[in-house]
């Protein structure tokens, strides 16, 4: 079973950036397609981004787009989250997710989950 381990998370000021990085162990990380989700205060986990295991194809929410971007190295077993232009709306615990396969399109539903990382926006 694959481990991920999220780390980046923060306190900045809106229209600032972090960068989240996610380190996989356990498995082959290039068998297995990643993802992003975060969940903000009172409400389900939603999709950020996700991508392919081989990071070709991605996939993004609406709310997001433009403004964040993933990514992954297959070498450091690690997938990034690029968070640019943010907004006190994006605070959230954002955790980072693999699910086995994901050769073409980005998966939908993930079974592995990092424990998460809290991200705060200040206006």
């Known amino acids: 079973q694959v481990q991920l381990a999220e780390s980046g998370g923060g306190l900045v000021q809106a229209g600032g950036s972090l960068r989240l990085s996610c380190a996989a162990s356990?498995?082959?990380?290039?068998?297995?397609?990643t993802a992003w989700f975060r969940q903000r205060p009172g409400t389900e986990r939603e999709f950020v981004a996700g991508t392919t295991k081989s990071g070709h194809m991605t996939s993004y929410a609406e709310f997001v787009k433009g403004r964040f971007t993933i990514s992954r190295d297959n070498a450091r077993s690690t997938t990034y989250l690029q968070m640019n232009s943010l907004k006190p709306e994006d605070s959230a615990v954002y955790y980072c997710?693999?699910?086995?396969?994901?050769?073409?399109?980005?998966?939908?539903?993930?079974?592995?989950w990092g424990q998460g990382t809290q991200v705060t926006i200040s206006s």
């Open positions: 997710a693999a699910e086995q396969g994901g050769a073409i399109i980005v998966p939908t539903e993930y079974d592995h």
């Open positions: 356990g498995r082959t990380f290039s068998n297995y397609a």
